[in-house]
């Protein structure tokens, strides 16, 4: 990409060349009249593995593209912390995530609108998730067609996830074709964000077609500092770059960087809770005690079998030989294990009952590892991550240095709802349950995570917090609402300081329904369209 340097006063800087920055950065400067500033911490996405699906297993914790957070040792998982991963790169997390297109479901933001945010329910904002999307299958009354935002179909298929769908079914999940259109409940193979076999990032979804554009400055390796206020009003942002301090003057901050970033810059910049700033160093310039809290992320415990006669990506994988076929399929074609997402087949269910809706997700694959970047398993085995949608835990993200270079602390404090650790242990009894059922009975299924010895809700809750790992989905830390410990309101304003704002996932009141990406990029539609009408008015 050409990235040119910043020079003179802008009407918007945003900050955070993410998921929701790419967005507004297209958005903004399709008017030639707005000067638009893109400030990302990270470096270009110029790197092979970023745009080859499989690529995710090299780029997170790859200080190239990962920030590499880690959360804090977490009670409800036994003591363990967990990596944290988020992009450190253009297109932010959609540059290293799992490509999952999913939008959660009706009643999420059906549920916004009834806690006071107007504008924000099912109906409000289908229109927006329509507007970017380019959907395989064409136009209709819950897709769109000609976006920026590429949906796809997977491009492989394995024969042990049929096999769990059938068995799902048995256990009376039932098969759906679409998981978009409000109510997600079903099983299915997940759609992607990716065009002929090639990751398609925010990145080159939005950015890429903006950059030719005079009026659009980004910047890479743009670390912020702080936005600086005046009178109440948000006038710019600081931030390092190539060794020197440089001031970016704007009309409007938006700040885009993410359930991470942006309600550490708000505490950077003064705004948070008093005493915390205070304790800190920190001067307060505002007083806003909901900023980093009320963290919420979906936790996936990741139950595993062992089988036979069946062809996993263990095997395939396992020989040097295999590797060469794999590499040749994706080559050729485009297609097989290198143009996977890290989940293939999902699955939305009830835990119990009693819920209304599905509360909660499987992600299955014809694989099984100890975690993220390390090897699979020398034997054939299927993986089926289940996590519970609706948690009731609340965690928080707050800075612990003045230095803006310091991480801040991640607790998002899983599993401390009691109610979530029933949900834990009845996830578990579901899979146990689905697994038993006869189509999957060929395969001679063999559970050894948790282990079958594992048997009663309180143990199986505890053998969730050995198992279980983020699927990184950050959000909520800067969320809006109309209550005091809101920290924007329906219209994306920063409480208490003009002319700034949180557009990002660090927004959602409670999280969606399923992978977060996509509502992230409905967001930032909808939030630029809020910025340039507010501008006409």
């Known amino acids: 990409m050409q990235i040119n340097r910043p020079r003179g006063d802008f009407d918007y800087v945003i900050v955070g060349g993410g998921s929701a920055g790419c967005v507004l950065a297209n958005r903004l400067s399709a008017d030639p009249r707005n000067r638009v500033l ?31 957070f880690r ?15 988020r992009g450190r790169v253009l297109g932010g997390s959609s540059s290293i995530n799992g490509m999952i297109y999913m939008r959660g479901q009706a009643r999420d933001y059906d549920g916004w609108r009834q806690a ?24 209709d009354a819950h897709h769109g067609a000609g976006g920026e935002w590429h949906v796809a179909e997977q491009r492989l298929r394995w024969d042990i996830l049929d096999a769990f769908r059938d068995a799902a079914e048995a256990a009376g999940i039932p098969k759906i074709d679409d998981f978009n259109r409000g109510d997600n409940e079903g099983s299915g193979y997940f759609r992607v964000n990716q065009r002929g076999g090639w990751r398609w990032s925010s990145a080159k979804a939005f950015l890429r ?17 702080r936005v600086t206020i005046a009178d109440g009003r948000a006038t710019g942002i600081l931030y390092a770059k190539d060794g020197a301090t440089w001031l970016a003057r704007a009309g409007e901050v938006v700040l885009a960087a993410g359930a991470v970033g942006s309600p550490a810059i708000l505490e950077h910049s003064g705004i948070g809770d008093g005493d915390r700033l ?17 963290l919420q992320d979906h936790l996936q415990i990741r139950c595993a079998y062992k089988v036979s006669d069946v062809p996993t990506l263990n095997m395939r994988a396992g020989t040097w030989l295999g590797k060469a076929l794999i590499g040749l399929e994706y080559a050729l074609f485009r297609k097989g294990p290198m143009s996977m997402a890290p989940s293939q087949l999902g699955l939305f269910a009830r835990s119990n009952a009693r819920v209304e809706t599905a509360n909660l997700q499987y992600h299955v ?10 090897a699979l398993h020398a034997f054939p085995a299927f993986t089926a991550s289940v996590c519970n949608l609706r948690p009731e835990s609340r965690g928080s993200i707050h800075v ?5 270079a310091v991480p801040p602390a991640i607790r998002p404090n899983y599993l ?8 834990a242990a009845e996830s578990i009894e579901l899979t146990r349950r689905i697994v038993a059922q006869r189509p999957l009975a060929r395969y001679r299924p063999e559970e050894f995570r948790p282990g079958v010895e594992i048997q009663g809700s309180e143990a199986l809750a505890r053998a969730a917090g050995d198992i279980a790992t983020t699927i990184f989905h950050p959000v909520g830390t800067a969320r809006m609402g109309t209550d005091d410990a809101a920290v924007v309101d329906p219209e994306l304003r920063v409480r208490g300081v003009a002319g700034l704002r949180v557009i990002d996932a660090s927004v959602m009141p409670t999280i969606t329904s399923g992978n977060t990406n996509s509502p992230t990029i409905m967001i930032a539609e909808k939030g630029a369209d809020m910025i340039l009408k507010a501008r006409l008015a």
Request: glycine residues 12%; charged residues 20%.
């Open 116 to 139: 006071g945010n107007v504008g924000w329910a099912w109906d409000d904002v289908l229109p927006w998730f329509r507007r970017s999307e380019n959907h395989f299958g064409g136009e």
């Open 71 to 85: 959360t804090e040792p977490e009670p409800g998982l036994n003591g363990r912390a967990l990596n944290y991963p």
């Open 38 to 68: 893109l400030l990302e911490a990270g470096g270009e996405d110029d790197w092979l593995w970023i745009h080859v699906p499989v690529g995710y297993l090299y780029c997170m914790g790859n200080p190239r593209t990962d920030w590499g």
């Open 209 to 225: 077609p903006a950059l030719n554009r005079p009026n659009l400055t980004v910047e890479t390796h743009a670390v912020v500092q």
């Open 365 to 374: 694959q014809p694989l099984s590892l100890d975690s993220f970047g390390e």
């Open 400 to 404: 612990g240095d003045p230095d803006p």
């Open 278 to 294: 205070r304790a800190l160093g920190i001067a307060p310039l505002l007083h806003l005690a909901g900023v980093g809290e009320n």
């Open 416 to 423: 401390s709802a009691e109610a979530d650790r029933i949900v």
